[in-house]
């Protein structure tokens, strides 16, 4: 299946600081989508995103679908104890949703 | 109510045995999915089902058998379970719309599963 490498692979930060996370593929997707994930939890959507170049914001969270359709960021500001979580980003090509590897977010109250 | 329940939420079990898990989604989507997340946390696709008609089966063991009696149920039978199998699998579900998908998932809780 399609490989997506999500980096950093884990993140330890002070509340209050902004993150940075991103996903490249070696493939082209037409959608790409970020999901967060509880403990014990399934993984809920947070942003998707339809067309290349496009920005879009959730609150203090931001993603970008990268111009050449194989990659995307994920940003978000002010972080808060409870954005602590597995965040995971995913390519949509035909039927299939392709995962990346995750990042662990750590944050230190 | 719950978007997508699957059930039981764990499961422990012998090496050698049969399980089943199931899957019911109440947002009237047109294909389910299995997912098999591992202990390193990665998320991999086994099967879809779109309609009630099997569209992905990724390379898994043929001990794993989906069954989808209508497209509000997906389950999941496991055969002769290994130590290997040990894992959490998450049904999923999205809506197609004009041939192509909205690009949403909705995950139920996931079941862990573990072989002793």
């Known amino acids: 299946g399609q490989q997506l490498n999500q980096s950093p692979q884990s993140m330890f930060i002070q509340e209050g600081e902004d993150v940075s996370m991103n996903c490249t593929s070696s493939?082209?997707?037409?959608?790409w989508l970020w999901y967060k994930q509880d403990p014990g939890e399934g993984p809920v959507l947070l942003i998707a995103?339809?067309?290349?170049?496009e920005l879009t914001s959730n609150g203090r969270l931001t993603a970008q679908f990268g111009i050449t359709r194989k990659d995307s960021f994920l940003n978000i500001s002010a972080s808060i104890p409870s954005d602590v979580g597995i965040y995971f980003c995913?390519?949509?090509?035909?039927?299939?949703?392709?995962f990346g590897t995750g990042t662990s977010l750590t944050v230190i109250p | 109510d719950t978007a997508v329940s699957q059930t039981p939420k764990y499961l422990v079990t012998q090496m050698g045995n049969d399980k089943s898990i199931k899957c019911e989604q109440n947002l009237g989507h047109d294909t389910m999915y299995w997912y098999k997340q591992d202990s390193k946390k990665f998320l991999k696709i086994m099967f879809s089902?779109?309609?009630?008609?099997?569209?992905i089966n990724e390379t898994v063991p043929n001990r794993f058998s989906p069954k989808s009696p209508d497209k509000a149920h997906l389950n999941l039978h496991i055969n002769s379970l290994e130590l290997g199998d040990s894992a959490v699998y998450f049904c999923?579900?999205?809506?197609?719309?004009?041939?192509?998908?909205?690009?949403?998932?909705?995950f139920g809780e996931g079941s862990r599963l573990t072989v002793l």
């Open positions: 493939s082209i997707f037409n959608t």
């Open positions: 089902y779109n309609n009630k008609e099997l569209i």
């Open positions: 999923a579900s999205s809506q197609r719309s004009s041939g192509s998908f909205t690009g949403e998932l909705f």
């Open positions: 995103l339809y067309k290349a170049g």
């Open positions: 995913a390519g949509l090509a035909g039927n299939q949703f392709y």
